[in-house]
DNA sequence: CGTTGTTTTGACACTAGTCAATGGGTGTGG
DNA sequence: CCACACCCATTGACTAGTGTCAAAACAACG
């Protein structure tokens, strides 16, 4: 809640070992954060880049959460993910050099700016730090994989529950409560991702609550029986979604 | 057809511009050459690589194709994606060193074995290659999101059509007909990967046979109309499609 | 306190899943 | 070379689950 007015340090930052600096050396991180440029907090619905846009960098979501998504010709949008702290948001610019997608902030939210000619000069340099850059595209890669996974589920009861585990799932890795968290996204934004009506999706969250499954208040999320919830993805559990990391 | 009796030679292989060597100088390439190792052709059924296996190399598709899958503990499968010729398997494992998924082999294929240490050694070296494998990290990321586009839709003849657009793309990029090809999958491949049953895989198929939209003779597809296709998916099109890169 | 945007609930239609049977192709063995 | 078996794909009948449309409840904001 505190507003990042102090000056900005990978060291110092509570984020450092789930982002790029993990595993780096200390005058690695150093030289890393020499190239990170500030970037003004987005506010709600603030677009940080847009599809089609030459990418000069790469962001970093510092705090808050932002949402990725395609739009057609008549404004119609597919929302394709969430970004939660630590995560790193333009990778899919790099084959062509121009987004795929577009990103907007779901909240007040704040990102690592990393301009791509340095980020990639850096990476010349430092061999543990393109290795982190790999093993980033790398995580992309299987979270996409997770999510088809998801999409690929006909059952909207199943598609729920897991979105409800991977968002645990999610918070829990940064330190957050596993069982009790805000969603920061609107209803329609998770219907759409999830390839599903947003009847549907308050359908299934009341439907959850009856079982006393989950407590849901609004955004408000609180899940009551884990392994009953665990238990509803069971026929299509790949233990994804068993182990906690 | 011909086995692959000849020396292996990424300079001879009409695949060299879709695959690593793209973009790669000469001398570059025969570096590449050096590391890849043969392997002998896949079956049908033949399992490349197995989910949670130590990753030790990359694989690129020479010939035939290959599907990616994960399996639970029940043998239930889900689908997760299809390679084709030029495209990079087990990009996923490089966050943990393990595969995150399973493949295998849809027909009589054959692969390019891409020893990770040896390749890691030779990014290093080689700058230009390390570019290349950051171009093929992003283009998956970017395939994977056109994917989660396609199972986001909820109607299943959006779906199949999308399906079969995407394939006539990527059969078009490898030089063959974007018109007519043959499905090396299965109707449950499709089915599961898709998210929706095989007996709907059927009925879209012939639903868009009898609109003459395509032919359809078991495996062998055979687009007539493309416009009309396209008009299919218009309600969610995002230009993903529309244009032929 | 009213306005606006978001979420929930209800009623109904329709899509797609399930189960079951049929049809076609391919391969093997007599 | 034909007959049978097996696998895969298609089709049909029925039903459960979702989408759609419309209205109401709720929350946030000025």
Redesign the interface.
């Known amino acids: 809640m505190t507003p990042n007015s102090s000056k900005m340090s990978c060291l110092n930052c509570r984020l450092s070992d789930l982002c790029l600096p993990f595993g780096l050396q200390i005058t690695e991180i150093e030289a890393l954060e020499i190239i990170i440029k500030n970037k003004q907090p987005l506010q709600i619905k603030d677009v940080l880049y847009s599809k089609n846009q030459t990418c000069k960098s790469l962001y970093a979501v510092k705090t808050g959460s932002f949402r990725s998504y395609?739009?057609?010709?008549?404004g119609?949008e597919?929302?394709?993910?969430f970004y939660l702290p630590g995560e790193l948001m333009g990778?899919?610019?790099?084959?062509?050099g121009r987004f795929?997608?577009s990103v907007d902030a779901l909240e007040t939210s704040s990102v690592c700016e990393l301009p791509l000619t340095h980020l990639t000069e850096l990476?010349?340099q430092i061999?543990n730090l393109?290795h982190q850059?790999?093993?980033n595209?790398?995580?992309?890669?299987?979270a996409?994989?997770e999510?088809?996974?998801l999409?690929?589920?006909?059952s909207a009861k199943i598609k729920v529950a897991i979105f409800l585990l991977m968002l645990s799932k999610r918070y829990g890795a940064l330190g957050y409560s596993k069982s009790e968290f805000n969603l920061s996204m609107h209803r329609h934004h998770i219907a759409?991702?999830?390839?599903?009506?947003h009847e549907t999706i308050s359908r299934q969250l009341t439907a959850l609550s009856k079982e006393k499954i989950i407590q849901v208040k609004q955004r408000a999320i609180k899940i009551i029986e884990l392994n009953l919830l665990k238990a509803i993805i069971e026929?299509?559990?790949?233990?994804?979604y068993a182990h906690s990391h």
């Open positions: 395609i739009s057609n010709a008549e119609l597919q929302t394709i993910g990778l899919d610019a790099l084959f062509e795929c997608s990476c010349l061999p393109q850059m790999t093993r595209f790398s995580k992309e890669i299987t996409n994989h999510q088809m996974l999409l690929g589920q006909s759409n991702y999830l390839g599903i009506s026929p299509c559990n790949t233990d994804f």
